[in-house]
């Protein structure tokens, strides 16, 4: 009866510690990434590259991306959260301080190599928070992360800016970003992860009352649970040797079996995501992604070109833009209490709003239509960035969340590759030609979802029915 009422308080509390540590990592992430971005294009041209070798350097990261925001998202799900984490950030910050060291185009692409393959921090925090919290907190907790992060993101350039100004301002730049990153990572390591095992086995209570009626029962059956599915040691967990059970002890197998079932794991994740009938959530993020690029792509060069805008001034718009998207992360949880966290009518009406204001923007016959659509567009695509993440979490399961956040990145990575070449051709018939081919994606969007979103309500009352049959 003590142990029962213990789970029910256990359950009920949200480690809250460990939630807030996790919007501090992600502030801090996009903080020192932000000091970095302003200034590789001219670090690029400093070691003498031509435009076309900038252009090919450039897109390694976004490639690299593309293959690796999967994998790695599966990986986080085998081997849990915490190592998968502080792999990511000591890489990472390998990779900074590495391009600090960059005096030649050679080690400025080493350099972006471990950056482009292990930069998956954010979307691993994004999945850990996904573990902590339940399905109706979500949106309140990942539109506070978003918040976190933007804000990391409005600071940075401010900071690598004044940074620049000092002799050798890039690399002293790249050292402390890296050293952000290892900060990052001793945060990570100090974190009370007994806090996140206790709090997955309590949200399984429910579900597994008839089976396990005990806290320390319920405790053992998902440590044994995780050991028989991922066939790897949970990193939370205390070591299990199984050599009575005729099984493999932890202590008796070779690092190439773990790794190699690690693979397997990964690789079985992956086809899983792969054969699932997501294709259209991850259409939906495609289009909206490349329409969301599309409008920001050619943005002070249309501003100039439209209404004689100084590019000070056009600074002045994008910061605002981007403080504005910051603010309405704390507003995703109300909105979505407001629509009682129906998230598809949430996606379609924010996909439709975001549709509206890129066509005034591309129409907009002053400076004022601009800052107004500009205010409403970073509230709906703050809005709608975080209904797609939970989509894919619905639909997929929040046993995969890792995988799913991670194939959501790798679409997003080909809008990256996708956005520049369009807006390329675009701008070749007018400087409004990007925004409105952004248009015409997001209607495609807005199609898509008004055909696909009854067919996704109608799942989600089978499933909410299900477990009362």
Same mark, same amino acid.
């Given at each position: ?11 009920r ?8 540590c ?9 903080f020192?990434v ?35 925001s999967t ?36 080690l ?12 998956h ?20 907790v ?25 002799? *050798?301002?890039?690399?002293?730049? @790249?050292?402390?970003?890296? =050293? ?5 990572? &001793?945060? +990570?390591w100090? %974190? ?19 089976t ?15 050991l028989?599915?991922?066939y ?75 209404f ?6 056009? *600074?002045?718009l994008?910061?605002? @833009?981007?403080?504005?998207? =910051? ?5 995703? &949880?109300? +909105?979505?209490? %407001? ?49 797609i ?11 995969a ?22 807006s ?5 018939f ?30 989600t ?9």
């Amino acid at each position: 009866m003590n142990n029962s009422k213990c789970a029910i308080t256990h359950k009920r509390r949200r480690p809250k510690r460990i939630i807030r540590c996790i919007y501090v990592v992600g502030f801090m992430d996009l903080f020192g990434v932000s000091m970095i971005i302003p200034l590789l294009s001219h670090h690029v041209k400093f070691l003498g590259a031509s435009p076309t070798v900038a252009g090919i350097v450039g897109s390694t990261y976004g490639v690299l991306q593309l293959f690796s925001s999967t994998v790695v998202g599966s990986w986080s799900d085998v081997v849990g959260r915490r190592y998968s984490l502080l792999t990511c950030l000591l890489l990472s910050a390998f990779g900074y301080g590495l391009l600090g060291l960059s005096t030649s185009i050679a080690l400025f692409v080493l350099a972006r190599i471990p950056v482009g393959l292990f930069k998956h921090s954010l979307s691993i925090c994004r999945a850990l928070l996904s573990d902590l919290v339940s399905e109706k907190e979500r949106p309140l907790v990942m539109g506070h992360f978003n918040a976190a992060s933007s804000v990391g993101f409005i600071l940075g350039p401010v900071v690598g800016g004044y940074l620049t100004e000092h002799e *050798g301002g890039f690399y002293l730049s @790249s050292f402390v970003c890296a =050293a952000i990153f290892f900060l990052n990572a &001793g945060l +990570v390591w100090m %974190l009370p992860w007994s806090e996140t095992l206790n709090h997955r086995i309590d949200a399984n209570a429910n579900s597994k009352t008839k089976t396990s009626k005990t806290y320390d029962g319920l405790k053992n059956s998902v440590q044994q649970n995780c050991l028989d599915k991922n066939y790897i040691r949970h990193p939370d967990a205390p070591a299990v040797h199984s050599r009575a059970n005729g099984g493999w002890g932890w202590r008796d197998m070779s690092i190439f079996q773990s790794a190699w079932r690690q693979l397997t794991s990964v690789w079985m994740r992956i086809c899983m995501v792969a054969s699932s009938d997501m294709w259209d959530v991850f259409l939906v993020r495609l289009l909206m992604a490349v329409s969301i690029m599309l409008y920001y792509s050619n943005f002070s060069l249309a501003m100039e070109e439209r209404f004689q805008l100084k590019p000070k001034m056009t *600074g002045y718009l994008i910061s605002y @833009s981007s403080m504005l998207g =910051a603010l309405a992360g704390c507003l995703v &949880g109300p +909105v979505t209490h %407001l629509y009682g966290n129906n998230m598809s009518a949430l996606l379609l009406h924010s996909t439709a709003l975001t549709c509206t204001l890129i066509f005034l923007y591309a129409t907009a016959p002053n400076v004022w239509q601009v800052l107004l659509t500009s205010t409403f567009f970073a509230i709906s695509t703050t809005i709608g960035r975080t209904c797609i993440t939970d989509l894919e979490l619905q639909r997929g399961g929040a046993q995969a969340s890792g995988t799913l956040i991670g194939a959501g990145q790798s679409v997003t990575a080909v809008g990256r590759i996708l956005a520049p070449l369009l807006s390329g051709l675009a701008q070749e018939f007018s400087p409004c030609g990007p925004p409105s081919l952004g248009v015409v994606l997001g209607l495609l969007a807005v199609g898509l979802l008004f055909v696909r979103t009854p067919k996704w309500d109608s799942k989600t009352k089978v499933k909410d029915k299900s477990p009362k049959q």
